[in-house]
Nanobody, 120 residues
Framework: QVQLEESGGGLVQAGGSLSLSCAVS????????MGWYRQFPGKERELVAR???????TYADSVKGRFTISRDSAWNTLYLQIDSLKPEDTAVFYC??????????????WGQGTGVTVSS
């Protein structure tokens, strides 16, 4: 089992920055990659950024240049730095971990989410 707990969300003014954290516990060795997703009101959850165990990083085109994903070397914490925040960034952000549970079989685990509200 892997447990994820996000923190760092809140209310911030447009143009500001925010750093989200995701504390990881449990069977960390089973984690193949981790990511941040966001969900706008009334919309589907969408991938923001992902980082693999090997350190490969991908970003959604819409966030390149403003969002930075990182992790500590032990997979204890995943981070998302968000700069130049815009009101349209207002969303609930979720941390996810892709666990390798058997050969070529993965299970995605989710945190409970943390809300980010950007005021204009």
């Amino acid at each position: 089992q892997v447990q994820l707990e996000e923190s760092g969300g809140g209310l911030v003014q447009a143009g500001g920055s925010l750093s989200l954290s995701c504390a990881v516990s449990g069977n960390i060795f089973s984690i193949d990659s981790m990511g941040w997703y966001r969900q706008f009101p009334g919309k589907e959850r969408e991938l923001v950024a992902r980082i693999t165990r090997g350190g490969d990083i991908t970003y959604a085109d819409s966030v390149k240049g403003r969002f930075t994903i990182s992790r500590d070397s032990a997979w204890n914490t995943l981070y998302l730095q968000i700069d130049s925040l815009k009101p349209e960034d207002t969303a609930v952000f979720y941390c996810s971990a892709m666990r390798l549970i058997s050969r070529n079989k993965y299970l995605e685990v989710w945190g409970q989410g943390t809300g980010v509200t950007v005021s204009s």
